[in-house]
């Protein structure tokens, strides 16, 4: 059976979706420029869900999969660079005490992009990035710029209790993996994802 249907479906939602775009607060590059949208992703979230392979009962050597605030820089100065703010005191710290490899997962569900739109967060037009990696303590001067990235969002951090021993991170990203349209899941490498702009130069 044909479907003559579906063609005239596609061009329908690619219609809505420029005229949504177009009416949308938030600038995402074209979809074709994958590592600039992994960039802007990153960027935009305030928080990620991170996997561990899990160091805990009942579920030990398990996938587990929890929530932590992260900030690749003050907003309008992005590193690419996921920063975390921990304690030895979190469960999935724990984990990566054992086994420093972890997955990050960041999406636009987390902004108004994919309500405004009507993209449903499974679907890849609300795009969604998951990086491949290990998360490790950062110091010195990359610890100063790590604390200025997170205090910056949300500062409630500044007053979480002093006794914790929090430290500063980063997510050392291996590869990173981007949902941003219909066709499978992209690969970018981390070069490629540094290198990318995020948002369009102004001169
Ligand atoms: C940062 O400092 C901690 C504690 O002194 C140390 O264990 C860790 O190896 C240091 N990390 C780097 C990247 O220097
Ligand atoms: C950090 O990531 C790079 C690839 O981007 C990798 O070559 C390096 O071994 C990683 N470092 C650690 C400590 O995992």
Redesign the pocket.
Known sequence: MSAPGRPALLLLVGMSWAAASFACSLQIPPHQEVARVARFIAHQCDWASMATISTHKPVMGQPFSNVFSVSDGPRGSSTGVPYLYLTSMEVSVQDLQVN?QASLSMSLAQTDYCKQLGFDPQSPLCAHIILS??V?QVNGTEADYAQKALFSRPPEMMEWPKDHDWFFAKF???QVWVLDYFGGIKMVS?EEYFQAAPHKKQN
Request: hydrophobic residues 25%.
């Open positions: 420093p990696g290990s490790i050392n990203i291996t981390p």
